[in-house]
């Protein structure tokens, strides 16, 4: 069985420190574990199938990491969807084609295709597309096409306020009630840290005032749990603060708050991307 021995150094009342930061470092390292056990394709996949005419694995591709769309940025997003549209195109199926097209507009409307790398019938299909996409009848909207809308990322704006003051950006997300649990444990954090200290303080006085060599063991008993008191509660404070701008910054919101980009239109269906605003 394998044990661990602290040194003096490390001993109570440090040794929580260490316990904190082992278990933030395995806070950190679990993204960076889980992030390579599946590889999502990148648009340099897709485009490298498309050269080699590779139409279907082009397709297949695509619709993966169409599947999977809230890992993209949007203007990878839409060059995904142009892609899939030009192998569509090169496997007889226009209509397809243009509801790719379309989807990748929603994204960046003012796409424009290199006439060097795209055929002049791409982009005939893509200028097609655009006007389709913006007129308002529903008739003309491209079949199958899915839409997206662009977000705002409140994460980074909520964390530099749960920064300052914990429970804040939660808020700001819109989840009062962890907002309102965190902001109150860290009243009573910050209270029990502002008490313990000024009891530390007074133990540790009355400690050096003592002459009386039972007295002066008992007060440094009184000064010592004291002490180890306000450790504790500020290893409490600290860790209310942590997981507030933690949780501020890396937790999206479950409802959007506002929206960005081109109107809504209609479609067969509608999707959310996030735009990162770091």
């Not at 954090?189 to 063991?217: D, M």
Request: a positive charge; hydrophobic letters at 45%; aromatic letters at 12%.
């Amino acid at each position: 069985m394998l044990r661990i021995v602290f040194p003096k150094s490390l001993q109570w009342p440090r040794q929580p420190v260490f316990w904190l930061g082992a278990v933030a470092m395995l806070f950190f390292l679990r993204p960076l574990s889980t992030h390579g056990q599946s590889r999502l394709p990148t648009v340099q996949d897709i485009r490298n199938a498309f050269e080699r005419f590779s139409y279907a694995e082009a397709d297949s591709l695509a619709r993966i990491a169409i599947g999977q769309y809230s890992h993209y940025a949007p203007e990878e997003l839409a060059w995904i969807h142009i892609y899939r549209g030009s192998a569509l195109y090169a496997m007889g199926k226009p209509g397809e084609a243009k509801a790719e097209f379309a989807s990748a507009l929603s994204l960046s409307p003012s796409l424009q295709l290199d006439p060097v790398y795209f055929s002049p019938k791409l982009i005939q299909l893509l200028e097609e597309a655009r006007r389709e996409v913006g007129s308002r009848s529903r008739a003309d909207q491209p079949e199958r096409a899915r839409y997206y809308v662009l977000i705002s990322d409140p994460r980074p704006a909520a964390a530099w306020r749960s920064f300052f003051v914990p429970g804040w950006g939660q808020k700001f997300k819109g989840e009062r009630r962890k907002a309102n649990l965190l902001f109150a444990a860290d009243v009573l954090c910050a209270a029990g840290l502002t008490w313990s200290a000024l009891k530390t303080r007074g133990a540790h006085q009355n400690y050096l005032n003592a002459t009386i060599p039972g007295e002066i063991e008992k007060r440094y008993s009184a000064y010592r749990n004291a002490y180890r008191l306000r450790t504790a509660a500020a290893l409490a404070t600290a860790a209310v603060w942590a997981y507030s701008f933690w949780d501020a910054l890396l937790t999206l919101p479950k409802t959007p708050r506002a929206a960005l980009g081109p109107p809504l239109l209609s479609g067969d269906r509608l999707l959310l991307s996030l735009r990162l605003e770091f």
